[in-house]
């Protein structure tokens, strides 16, 4: 009787034992789904938002530019010759076009009787050339003074998304923190390293120098070649210096991590 207890007691045991780990299984697999289906709504809202910024960004810049701005610039500029260039670099490309035409006239002359032009043919064909190059850089000066008032529109618009969406940002940046989850120590350390050796690395100079000119060019800015050295010769390096110093303190890499991105580095 007593070995019957006994085993109906073990019985009861193992069915319960059984029962629980089941209910477990079942909970974590369910916590897994759950988990999957959040984690796959994140990157949809996530890259969601991304593409959305972009393009607003885009449309409104391009929009206000030629509905609101450029309107507005044609009104008050006005059709004054000397209001032409909008910084001394754009009138000496002007220039250097022109004195260039003017050689090349006369290298056709000299190369060919039959191309060779009188001095009053000479003035005219200079006159039209300037004429050309006056509504070419007009033209120019009007849209670099658009963008720059379009542009400001639009970073303004951009904060305010950025500003007034901030569960899509919460998102935004637990997408990021997945994605580096699943990176490998290596692969970040690759990832680190990559980026950092485009945007500041040594031989990033040139890029910088390329991209500064053409903000200045898009904004009819002149480029002062020593300021954007004095720029290239520090704001990388800070960047470089905040960088490191943020890889070495983050709590979010791995030793090996911080270790290969070390060996890598060297």
Known sequence: MRETKVGLRGAIGDSLSSFFKQTLNLKTEEDLLESEYDSRANTIIAVRFVLTLLIVTLITQQVSKKIIVRP????????????????????????????????????????????????????TQLEHKASELNEEYLEESKNALSNRFADLIAVVVSFLIIHSYREEMDALRQFWHDLLDTLSDSAKAFVLILSTDIFVGFHSAHGWEVLLEWVAHHLGLAANHALVFIFIATVPVILDTIIKYGIFQSDQLSSSTVASFKEMNH
């Open 72 to 123: 507005i610039v044609e009104h008050v500029w006005g059709d004054g010759i000397s209001q032409v260039f909008l910084n001394s670099e754009m009138k000496e490309e002007a220039f250097n076009e022109l004195r260039f035409f003017e050689q090349s006239l006369r290298f056709e002359g000299l190369l060919d009787d039959n191309l060779a032009l009188s001095e009053e043919e000479k003035e």
